[in-house]
Antibody, heavy 120, light 107 residues
Framework: QVKLVESGGGVVQPGKSLRLSCAAS????????MHWVRQAPGKGLEWVAV????????VYADSVKGRFTMSRDTSNNTLYLQMNSLRAEDTAVYYC?????????????WGQGTLVTVSS | AIQLTQSPSSLSASVGDRVTITCRAS??????LAWYQQKPGKAPELLIY???NLKSGVPSRFSGYMSGTDFTLAISSLQPEDFATYYC?????????FGQGTRLEIK
């Protein structure tokens, strides 16, 4: 079965950096696009970024463009999100999510999320 | 970016009721529309994709349909486990966007 396990969240000061990881299993990671989606406390879902199956194509939300970088390591089935110049408004639970095998942009599985708190 | 507006924002209903949630797109999204269910403290789960296709394992009391740029999630005969927040999402083009959510509460 598909399993996505995020890690790396925590409390960080504004302007600092943090790297999230997502360990994937139960599907062919090297053939699948992946997403990050976040949810601020008590708020709705906000799509953050997507990376293609081979890492050759990435798209970011305007709110994180130039500050966040998504990458993947097929050798250990891990997805990453490098977050730089963090702001208070980046405080959220960050979900790693799997793209559907056929439909680009359709998210069919989600991890349990990791909380990032940006605060001084 | 395509905006998705859900209505209502919250809804109170009883076990056994039929409810509908609407999602209106700011422009055409063809049939690239999905619905997710999220329970408190949990990750969202995919319910419906391509407007009306149920993900495997989703009960048949859930259904989806569209009329132009208006999309509807219907739940017939509410069960206790259905009380949750529901989100629509388009996957026509990037950036992906979600509706603001509809919280379904027990009356």
């Amino acid at each position: 079965q598909v399993k996505l396990v995020e890690s790396g969240g925590g409390v960080v000061q504004p302007g600092k950096s943090l790297r999230l990881s997502c360990a994937a299993s139960g599907f062919t990671f090297s053939n699948t696009g992946m997403h990050w989606v976040r949810q601020a406390p008590g708020k709705g879902l906000e799509w953050v970024a997507v990376i293609s199956f081979n890492g050759g194509h990435k798209v970011y939300a305007d709110s994180v463009k130039g500050r966040f970088t998504m990458s993947r390591d097929t050798s250990n089935n891990t997805l990453y999100l490098q977050m730089n110049s963090l702001r208070a408004e980046d405080t959220a639970v960050y979900y790693c999510a799997k793209n559907d095998d056929v439909r680009d942009g359709l998210i069919d599985y989600w991890g349990q999320g990791t909380l990032v708190t940006v605060s001084s | 970016a395509i905006q998705l507006t859900q209505s209502p924002s919250s809804l109170s209903a009883s076990v056994g009721d039929r409810v509908t949630i609407t999602c209106r797109a700011s422009q055409g999204v063809s049939s690239a529309l999905a619905w997710y269910q999220q329970k408190p403290g949990k990750a969202p789960e995919l319910l419906i994709y391509d407007v009306f296709n149920l993900k495997s394992g989703v009960p048949s009391r859930f259904s989806g349909y569209m009329s132009g740029t208006d999309f509807t999630l219907a739940i017939s005969s509410l069960q206790p486990e259905d009380f949750a927040t529901y989100y629509c999402q388009h996957f026509t083009i990037y950036p992906l966007t979600f509706g603001q959510g509809t919280r379904l509460e027990i009356k």
